[in-house]
């Protein structure tokens, strides 16, 4: 089949070389995905186990790229859905390898807000929207801080994922704030 350009024609080929080329790197990826599981089998390591979070990544990933080659507006809510499932699969990536499953009492600051803000940064930043790069950097660093902060209290004080400092934490946080407020009455004391 041809179609008429100003040029001449084009015939259709290119549609079928597309074709060939997704042949391709899936045929290429059914083989390296049963090479792993292969080597797994022969190594006794659970691939499959370790890897599951990748079910989730890889569509995340799918609708962030799509999201980058939409036109219009219609990309922006596709890419902060992308960059939500993108991150849900990457924490449970983590989880998963680490066995910290106990992080999800502060990992949710990972998802919103900050992923949502990474995937404005991104697609503001491919699609040449300023403000959307801002809106993005704002949203990314509150959720960075959030989770900063909750790890460090989830963590440190409470200890849910064994890292606490245990039953030290209530005692070492009444004396830090003692001191704090002896050295503030202290300071307004001396002042003439």
Not at 105 to 117: D, R, V
Not at 135 to 152: D, K, M, P, S
Request: aromatic share 10%; charged share 5%; proline share 4%.
């Amino acid at each position: 089949m041809t179609v008429p350009t100003e040029t001449g024609s084009v015939s259709g080929g290119g549609s079928r070389r597309g074709g060939q080329v997704a042949s391709l790197v899936f045929g290429a990826a059914f083989i390296l995905f049963g090479l792993l599981l292969l080597a797994g089998q022969l190594l006794h390591i659970n691939f499959l186990g370790l890897l599951w979070p990748f079910f989730i990544i890889v569509p995340g990933v799918a609708l962030f790229l799509a999201a980058l080659l939409a036109s219009g507006k219609g990309g922006e809510p596709l890419a902060i859905f992308g960059s939500i499932i993108t991150m849900v699969g990457a924490i449970l990536l983590f989880q998963n390898v680490t066995g910290l499953w106990a992080m999800w009492a502060y990992a949710w600051a990972l998802i919103a807000p900050t992923s949502i803000g990474l995937g404005l940064l991104l697609w503001g930043a491919v699609k040449g929207r300023q403000d959307k790069v801002k809106e993005g950097l704002n949203l990314a660093g509150t959720g960075l801080v959030i989770f900063l902060v909750a790890g460090a209290f989830f963590e440190l004080v409470l200890g849910v994922s064994g890292f606490g400092l245990g039953s030290l934490a209530l005692p070492l946080l009444l004396i830090g704030l003692g001191v704090i407020l002896v050295l503030v009455n202290l300071v307004r004391w001396l002042r003439p």
